[in-house]
């Protein structure tokens, strides 16, 4: 697929929000019209917000949209070049070396060089779609790291020289804000923050994602998650765990629980710490009736 | 296409260069002078991505100006309202609201912008109506005084507790193979197998974070605090410090100066509720609600120095102290209460926290926190182990 195959995709925000629902991605106008600006002006997009809400999703929804394959970079503390871009297979090296003998030999050829997400992409990016999770994980020289390649698009190998993109890829970056990312990299990206949607969009998303959830349950199961949320927890349900609550309530309810019984039950899905769990479990019977009303 | 613009602080439109440009990219333009003017960073390039993006949503409302804005000029979440104002003023020529918090919840005051920060969890708060008087805002000079912090500040990084990183330092035993370099010596030795290079995972030391307390009861040693504080971040690799009385403030990038007098009036600036009242428990669950603060806290030793004197309900402080404790590799609380020899943790908040703090000790002289903030890499029996003891 050629960059303006992918500008034909992305025509409008709203050919770009049915394209991703039809994906099983639901957007709001915002975040489809930054997709659709990201792909148009040839900048990578920088989504941030709470853990769970949908950012790495919307990453594999944008690859599939395009019909690219997802490249996926996870950050961590520690991550450097030879994790990103690229690195040289050095046992082969050494066997090819001892295998040559008297020979000549490139050990620095192509067979030899073993091509991270950053170098994969910039050798056919217009067949994938690069993501750079959790970028706030890193370090900070990782992230000037970074900057060099997404304003050059290019990797230089000191064996090899510099291997530049032809097109500019599309690249994702994802940051859960648990430090302030530099101006430097917001200035270059498309930005966007994801936050959790309203009741009746999750509802939505649940009718979508669940396997087999009635309409009534989804949308019980929205209004309280959205109750949960607004409490001080340590760590508020995100989408997806709202999606496996309403499965397993259903499941349950399958097996001869009765409804509220079977929300309550099949609580440790949606909430995953101890404390938060013995902090709602007072009121929990009360917003899932209210719910459920 | 670079647009010589903005950023110019140039008075007539020649010298801005605005000539040569459509009238119609004027008010983009202004939006991204005006937002410059508030503190925002808008990079000339943004501007030019700005009237990009307008251009391709064509523009069909006065909606698709805002999104292309919001995607383009990217303010940080905190500041979303404060730059929707700015939108709202410039573009539709309405009054700008007022974008200050309402004055019973906890604010936060980061020192790397001018802004201030609402909180989610802090709007829960009713500890601290409860606990304090009224919110009193002052200010405070510091005097510079003999003291023994020198010798603190140079051996604090390598007093810290230490952590295994994840990355790799060049050792000459004890260690992997480290095939890259070992390669090259290879290759310059002509095939020749010399002595092998090799690699361990590195030791660093962990974050240091400390919480001030500034309120009225702490004042005879909020000054010598600071000064720890001060020379904390000057001694280590990575401390952060932040005061916390009606408001919590991050003070860190005031206290990098290295100048003590210096750094110390910054600070003072910085900070507004110097001797006021007390809202321990919310303003600390305002401190873990946002993320990047948090982050600070994760595998750090976390120093809180207050006497922790939450009166009426105590609930949120116990809440933000078992997570403060989850998240840190050591949780320890100097009070300068303990001083006295029959000081016992008797009330109910700190009876309520002792079981998740790691340290409650002595902070009622410079020496005592010195030696033991000194002392954190070494194990030691838990606070409740102790004070069951005496008590």
Redesign the interface.
Same mark, same amino acid.
């Given at each position: 697929m050629t960059r303006a195959d992918a500008e034909q995709i992305a025509a409008s925000?709203e050919a770009v929000a049915a394209r991703l629902a039809a994906s099983r991605y639901l957007a709001d106008?915002?975040l489809a019209?930054?997709i659709?600006?990201?792909i148009?002006?040839g900048?990578p997009l920088?989504l941030?917000g709470?853990p769970g809400v949908g950012k790495t999703e919307a990453a594999k929804a944008v690859a599939e949209l395009l019909g690219r394959e997802l490249v996926r970079l996870q950050c961590?503390?520690?991550i450097?070049a030879a994790h990103a871009l690229y690195e040289?297979n050095?046992?082969r090296?050494?066997l090819a070396?001892?295998h040559a003998g008297e020979h000549e030999i490139d050990?620095y050829d192509d067979r030899f060089l073993i091509a991270r997400p950053l170098l994969q992409v910039l050798r056919v990016p217009e067949q994938r779609v690069l993501l750079v999770d959790e970028i706030d994980r890193s370090d900070h020289e990782f992230e000037a790291l970074l900057l060099e390649f997404l304003s050059d698009f290019q990797i230089s190998i000191p064996e090899r020289g510099t291997i530049r993109a032809a097109t500019q890829p599309i690249v994702i970056l994802t940051s859960?804000?648990?430090?302030?990312l530099a101006?430097a990299l917001?200035?270059r990206?498309?930005?966007?923050?994801i936050g959790y949607p309203d009741a009746a969009r999750e509802a939505e998303i649940i009718m979508l994602r669940a396997g087999d959830v009635a309409e009534a349950t989804a949308r019980a199961v929205a209004n309280a998650v959205q109750q949960i949320r607004a409490r001080?927890l340590?760590k508020p349900p995100g989408i997806a765990e709202a999606v496996e609550w309403a499965n397993a309530a259903t499941i349950l309810e399958k097996g001869g629980s009765p409804w509220p019984e079977a929300f309550r039950r099949a609580i440790g899905v949606l909430i995953k710490d101890e404390?938060d769990l013995s902090?709602i479990a007072p009121e929990l019977g009360r917003i899932v009736e209210e719910s459920l009303a | 296409m670079a647009l010589p613009l903005t950023c110019l602080p140039a008075s007539s439109p020649r010298e801005r260069g605005e000539e040569s440009l459509p009238r119609a990219a004027a008010p983009f333009l202004g939006f991204a002078r005006l937002l410059r003017r508030h503190a925002f960073?808008v990079?000339p390039?943004?501007a030019t991505?700005f009237m990009?993006?307008v251009t +391709?949503?064509g523009p069909r409302s006065m909606?698709?100006i805002r999104?292309?804005a +919001?995607?383009?000029l990217?303010p940080?979440?905190d500041r979303?309202i404060e730059f929707d104002a700015h939108l709202r003023s410039h573009f539709y020529g309405d009054v700008k609201p007022s974008i200050e918090g309402e004055e019973d919840e906890t604010r936060i005051k980061d020192d @790397?912008g001018t802004r201030e920060e609402q909180s989610?969890?802090a709007r829960?708060g009713k500890g601290g109506e409860l606990t304090s008087a009224r919110e009193q805002l002052s200010s405070r000079d510091f005097q510079r005084a003999a003291d023994g912090l020198g010798a603190f500040r140079r051996g604090l990084a390598s007093a810290l507790p230490a952590r295994r990183?994840?990355?790799t330092i060049r050792t000459r035993s004890r260690g992997t193979l480290d095939?890259?370099r070992? +390669?090259g010596e290879?290759?310059s030795a002509d095939?020749d197998i010399p002595s092998p290079q090799l690699r361990r995972r590195q030791t660093v030391p962990r974050k240091l974070l400390l919480l001030i307390d500034v309120s009225g009861s702490m004042k005879l040693h909020t000054a010598d605090y600071l000064k720890l504080a001060h020379a904390a971040v000057q001694g280590a690799d990575r401390a952060e410090v932040f005061t916390f009385g009606t408001r919590l403030t991050r003070i860190t990038s005031a206290l990098r100066v290295r100048d003590r007098d210096q750094a110390l009036a910054r600070a003072a600036v910085l900070v507004d509720d110097w001797d006021g009242g007390t809202r321990m428990g919310p303003t600390l669950?305002a401190f +873990?609600?946002v993320? @990047?603060f948090?982050?600070f806290a994760r595998g750090a030793a976390v120093v809180i120095l207050s006497d922790a004197l939450e009166r009426g309900d105590h609930a949120d402080l116990e809440?933000a102290m078992?997570?403060l404790s989850?998240r840190a590799f050591r949780l320890s609380l100097a009070t300068p209460l303990a001083g006295d020899p029959r000081f016992r943790p008797a009330t109910a908040a700190l009876r309520a926290i002792v079981p998740v703090l790691d340290d409650l000790v002595d902070g009622s002289s410079l020496k005592s926190l010195t030696d033991f903030i000194l002392s954190l890499a070494r194990p030691a029996p838990s606070a409740e182990a102790i004070w069951k003891r005496v008590s």
């Open positions: 925000p106008d915002s019209t930054a659709f600006l990201a148009r002006l900048k920088l941030e709470a961590y503390e520690g450097d040289w050095y046992q090296q050494l070396i001892r050990i859960n804000r648990t430090r302030e101006e917001r200035r990206c498309v930005y966007h923050w001080p340590a404390e902090a | 960073a990079a390039e943004q991505s990009q993006a +391709l949503l909606n698709d999104e292309a +919001l995607a383009t990217a940080s979440p979303r @790397r989610q969890a829960q990183s994840f990355r095939l890259r070992s +390669l290879i290759v095939g669950l +873990l609600s993320p @990047r948090s982050a809440t078992r997570r989850a």
